[in-house]
């Protein structure tokens, strides 16, 4: 088994977030981007999921993840909604979050 691999079953789910928005930052601007545009077109309230799948989508008509393939975990979206209301309070009530469970 590869030491990255072990490394990377060793660390923390935060850890592996982070490992991954700096691999792939372009995730997060997009889900900024998305976020910020449904708030200015009035839409109070909206699912995190919702929008991680839209970037799923965008990734896969647009061919990027045909050039470079990865998988955007699921246990990211909280994560990075999270990421997003602590950079913007805006977001706050927009995102409904609930507590995180220890892992």
């Known amino acids: 088994m590869a030491v990255h691999t072990i490394a990377y ?54 061919g990027a993840d045909e050039k470079e393939p990865f998988k955007i975990n699921n246990n990211y979206t909280s994560l990075v909604a999270r990421k997003l209301i602590a950079e913007d309070s805006r977001f706050a009530s927009f995102f409904e979050t609930r507590e995180l469970r220890s892992r």
Do not use: C, D, N, W
């Not at 079953?9 to 935060?14: F, I, L, Q, S």
């Not at 982070?18 to 909206?46: C, D, M, S």
């Open 9 to 62: 079953r060793r660390a923390t789910p935060e850890e592996r977030f982070t490992r991954f928005l700096e691999l792939h930052p372009e995730v997060y601007a997009e889900f900024k981007r998305i976020a910020e545009q449904l708030l200015t077109r009035g839409k109070r309230h909206y699912g995190a999921k919702a929008i991680m799948e839209v970037i799923r989508f965008h990734r896969a008509m647009s």
